[in-house]
């Protein structure tokens, strides 16, 4: 394996076959360092074409450093809404003050430094650092990790320590001293685009002929396979009374932390009727329907929520710390989970229609 054929091969491929992505810059520049900070979190496990429109979106609404550390964690988590994985969004923000408080608003091109920022690892840090500042520092996320394994032909499963030091160390000799930020930028391409986890298109790869694993016929091998995902049950419950809804707010802790949702509860074996649902959340409830289904993915959870409407009986209560009562059109202002997203507009959709919906009885099952 020759590593200057292999960045020759790389970076010329890159320039045919690069896409006009919102961050990047054009061919020959350097794209701006807020840019590159806010979409690398953002593409954090999360695809290229989900990216874009929050992006875009972001960085209007917060156009620089200094707009971002001004605002309220609300208004960046209401942006970031339906993106998901929401502790990247606070990490960003409290980044982003750590940048204005003791970087005078400037982002460092230095690796080490960027690895003191709140929600910057290894793979960040090396991005930013040569993708903004064209530093020669490797890079390792999904795409790269496949197209190394591949092209050394190392084992499926590389999650352990010791495949990812080497890995790191492969993707360290790999990055060329001139456009290391182009040459990470086309790794994580070639693996995107061409490399992908299943079916490869070989025959376009520009390094095909230094790939092990397709001369040993090992290319489904040396791809990484995805652990299996528990399957988690809720149902969702939206409460209304005189045209406004339950809602309350999540933990400052854990998953989705901080937004909002409609009231949830474990799912029962079998579907609740409002007996149930009224012990469940504590009021009294009528006119208790089901009205949809939502499947929700996570990278080690798989969610099924089962949506059900109902009214509160009699009057209504204060709301308790940290629940409101909110009429739908106020929904806007307020972060909420994709699957609570999902269910507004389920509840939407129901109360717009004439048709009679399911009954309570209907079982809780798969599918959206």
């Given at each position: ?178 456009r290391p930020g182009d040459f990470n930028s086309a790794l994580m391409e070639l693996g995107a685009m061409v490399c992908t986890p299943r079916s490869p298109a070989c025959e376009k790869c520009p390094v095909a002929s230094y790939c092990k694993a397709r001369r040993q016929r090992n290319i489904e091998r040396a791809a990484a396979t995805a652990r299996p995902r528990p ?66 993915d996570l990278t080690h959870r798989h969610y099924e929520f089962a949506v059900y409407a109902a009214k509160l009986s009699g009057r209504r209560p204060a709301p308790r710390a940290g629940q409101r ?44």
């Amino acid at each position: 394996m020759t590593i200057a054929g292999i960045q020759r091969r790389l970076l010329g491929w890159y320039d045919r076959h690069r896409r006009p992505l919102p961050w990047r810059a054009a061919p020959g520049a350097l794209p701006e360092a807020y840019h590159v900070l806010v979409s690398e979190i953002m593409l954090q496990q999360t695809q290229v074409a989900t990216v874009i429109p929050y992006f875009q979106r972001f960085v209007n609404r917060f156009p620089t450093l200094a707009s971002l550390a001004g605002a309220s964690e609300q208004q960046v988590l209401r942006l970031w809404q339906g993106l998901g994985y929401y502790s990247r969004a606070r990490r960003l923000l409290e980044a982003a003050r750590v940048l204005m408080r003791l970087h005078g608003g400037v982002i460092p091109s230095d690796p080490k430094v960027l690895l003191t920022l709140p929600g910057i690892g290894r793979y960040t840090a090396g991005a930013i650092a040569s993708l903004a500042f064209d530093r020669q520092a490797p890079v390792l996320d999904g795409n790269v990790a496949r197209v190394l394994g591949r092209l050394h032909d190392l084992q499926a499963d590389g999650r352990g320590s010791a495949a990812i030091a080497t890995l790191w160390q492969h993707a360290a000799e790999l990055v060329p001293r001139r456009r290391p930020g182009d040459f990470n930028s086309a790794l994580m391409e070639l693996g995107a685009m061409v490399c992908t986890p299943r079916s490869p298109a070989c025959e376009k790869c520009p390094v095909a002929s230094y790939c092990k694993a397709r001369r040993q016929r090992n290319i489904e091998r040396a791809a990484a396979t995805a652990r299996p995902r528990p399957t988690e049950r809720r149902c969702i419950i939206t409460i209304g009374h005189r045209q406004r809804w339950l809602l309350q707010r999540r933990p400052p802790e854990g998953r989705w932390a901080g937004l909002w949702q409609f009231l949830t509860i474990v799912a029962p074996a079998q579907a609740p009727d409002a007996t149930a649902l009224s012990a469940a959340c504590g009021l009294r409830l009528t006119a208790v329907r089901w009205i949809g289904q939502i499947t929700h993915d996570l990278t080690h959870r798989h969610y099924e929520f089962a949506v059900y409407a109902a009214k509160l009986s009699g009057r209504r209560p204060a709301p308790r710390a940290g629940q409101r009562w909110l009429a739908l059109n106020q929904l806007a202002r307020f972060p909420l989970p994709k699957p609570h997203l999902l269910a507004a507009q389920m509840l939407r959709q129901m109360l717009a229609t004439t048709d009679r919906p399911q009954s309570a009885n209907q079982p809780i099952r798969g599918g959206p």
